[in-house]
């Protein structure tokens, strides 16, 4: 099998592999050629408090199996000097069973969320979006921003933290590609003609007043049960697509609101069907878009394999016999 380490990763997988990846992926699973299997996200007993899970699935369409194990320590950073989030991703051979590659994970996890976020942009934003919103201002929210830059020719990042001190990671990233950076109110973020949600938060901050006629929202921080950002009047006004309908509403942001009956899963749609044509994405400059990117363990798979085909090109690639 072929080994790639962390270490490689940022030398291989570039933010337009990770989105032509994603893409690739959430048209698959759309079509019906991908399906993951259900999250297992389980608490550890001990004082480490972590909590470890996996999330797998296949594509018979990019010939992938595998899946990611890993989780959240909350006590890494303080007592080992490591990052919380630890993941490595494990792929196989459809045909046999057979272990292909081992791949760190971290890297490929921030750089997979932030395609997602992008890959809606691509395809549901207007054309004429020029101000991006950020919504949270933590480790995700520079991969997020970085990508979502790279979608339209913004003009200007503005942006809101519960944390405003966390707010000068946004302005770094917004200096980077050379654009004017302004914190703002909640009611500011009406201003946004795309806004990108990435918070840990379990209660609603962006609420429906909050966002302008014809925006486009990426909520990309709900991906546990009980975890919400944004007011699920929102997603009434909405027209709302999710990178899985089914783990949209189970632990994405639509778990609120379809939970409410403020809408019905049957509202939702895939936004693998807007990438491969079948479904119109945006009609019109007034709409408002509501993509819920809940993290599926298959833009993991799609993102390591694409580390591991790039190491092979590369000559980087550690290979070992299992
Ligand atoms: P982080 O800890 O670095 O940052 C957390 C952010 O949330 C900060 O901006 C913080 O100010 C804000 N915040 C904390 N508590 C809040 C509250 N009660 N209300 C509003 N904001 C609050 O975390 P991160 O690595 O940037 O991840 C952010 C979120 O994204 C997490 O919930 C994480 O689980 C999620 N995530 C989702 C995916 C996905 O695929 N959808 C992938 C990775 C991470």
Redesign the pocket.
């Known amino acids: 099998m072929i080994i790639v380490p962390e270490a490689a990763i940022a030398d291989l997988v570039d933010r337009a592999a990770a989105f032509d990846a994603v893409e690739a992926t959430f048209a698959a699973m759309a079509s019906g050629d991908a399906r993951n299997f259900p999250v297992v996200r389980e608490a550890l007993p001990g004082p480490e408090e972590a909590l470890y899970g996996f999330k797998g699935g296949v594509d018979a369409s990019a010939e992938a199996l595998g899946l990611k194990a890993g989780g959240?320590w909350p006590h890494n950073l303080e007592r080992r000097g490591l990052i919380?989030?630890q993941s490595t991703v494990f792929l196989f051979d459809p045909e046999t069973g057979r272990p292909t590659a081992m791949v760190g994970g971290n890297l490929l996890?921030?750089l997979?969320?932030a395609a997602?976020s992008s890959v809606s942009i691509r395809h549901l934003a207007r054309e004429d979006a020029r101000v991006i919103g950020m919504?949270?201002?933590?480790?995700?929210?520079g991969f997020q921003l970085r990508a979502a830059l790279e979608q339209r020719p913004f003009e200007k990042v503005i942006g809101w933290?519960?944390?405003p001190e966390?707010l000068p990671?946004l302005e770094k990233v917004a200096a980077e590609a050379g654009l004017p950076f302004e914190a703002v109110e909640l009611e500011g973020l009406r201003a946004a003609d795309v806004i990108v949600t990435?918070?840990?938060?379990?209660?609603p901050?962006l609420m429906a007043g909050h966002v302008g006629p014809g925006a486009h929202v990426a909520c990309?921080?709900?991906?546990?049960v009980g975890?919400q950002?944004v007011d699920p009047e929102l997603l009434k006004l909405a027209t709302v697509f999710a990178?899985e309908v089914a783990q949209s509403v189970t632990l994405?942001e639509a778990q609120h609101a379809v939970g409410a009956g403020t809408i019905a899963e049957g509202d939702l749609t895939p936004i693998g069907d807007v990438i491969r044509g079948v479904h119109p994405g945006r009609t019109s400059q007034e709409e408002i878009t509501l993509f819920d990117?809940?993290?599926?363990g298959l833009?993991d798979l799609a993102v390591a394999a694409a580390a591991v085909r790039l190491a092979q090109e590369k000559g980087v690639a550690v290979e070992v016999e299992i």
């Open positions: 959240y919380n989030h996890t921030a997979r969320t997602a919504v949270g201002a933590g480790h995700q929210a933290n519960l944390h966390m990671n990435i918070t840990s938060s379990f209660a901050t990309m921080g709900t991906d546990t975890k950002e990178d994405g990117g809940t993290g599926v833009q």
